[in-house]
């Protein structure tokens, strides 16, 4: 792909982000549908989209450790280790995640880069973040300044699409901007393995 079109894929995907918008777009695992982190009416449009209840959490891709820390309370010192000495794509389930406030009764609900959006939160305030081993990602998501949402592109229950062709025409016509499927060739089309760290640095493999 030219570096002119590379570059005008970025810009555009940007923009929607920044406006609270959704994109459906490949990682370095599967396509996902994602959003700005730190925008919780944003992330309440993916959960429509998926038809999920929102009392569960999300994915959300990081472009480095630097980023995670502005996001969480005290980085224990096994996750650091685990993502120093990963090859894979790997998502790391945080505790203490810094995140805004649930909006009480007809409360609209806060929106800050600073805090992550409280609805891609845990019931026990933890947060599963992925540094993506794709470059497309990484530069998205350091140019937003932000954590993006990273949730597979089906509707809930339903197969994870591997690739671009297997995604429904219902995901692909709810979503604001599609970035150009070319861009996929990065994409392992697996899912990444999923890895709870407690405090005091004990492990949980969710999924390995």
């Given amino acids: 792909m030219l570096k002119e079109k590379y570059n005008q894929i970025i810009s555009e995907t940007l923009e929607v982000l920044r406006k609270g918008g959704i994109i459906l777009y490949p990682t370095d695992t599967v396509w996902g549908l994602g959003c700005d982190a730190t925008n ?23 472009s480095d450790m630097d980023m995670v820390a502005r996001y969480i309370k005290k980085i224990p010192n ?15 389930i945080y505790p203490g995640a810094i ?13 800050s880069k600073y805090l992550l959006a409280y609805n891609t ?29 990273s949730t597979s592109a089906n509707i809930s229950g339903e197969e994870t699409p591997k690739n671009y062709k297997q995604i ?6 709810s979503v604001d901007y599609v ?7 990065d994409a392992t089309g697996v899912s990444s393995q ?8 004990e492990i949980v493999i969710i999924r390995p």
């Fill in 121 to 149: 939160v845990a019931e026990d305030g933890s947060v599963g973040i992925r540094i993506p081993m794709m470059d497309f990602c990484k530069e998205l998501i350091y140019k937003l300044g932000r954590p993006i949402v």
């Fill in 179 to 185: 970035v150009d499927p070319r861009l996929e060739k």
């Fill in 194 to 201: 999923i890895i709870k760290v407690g405090i005091d640095d």
């Fill in 40 to 62: 919780p009416e944003a992330v309440a449009k993916i959960y429509q989209i998926k038809k999920r209840s929102d009392s569960k959490s999300l994915v959300l891709l990081a």
């Fill in 168 to 173: 429904s025409q219902e995901i692909v016509s």
């Fill in 78 to 92: 096994m996750a650091i280790d685990l993502v120093e000495v990963n090859d894979k794509p790997m998502t790391i």
């Fill in 99 to 111: 995140c805004s406030d649930h909006p009480k009764g007809d409360e609209k609900p806060v929106a």
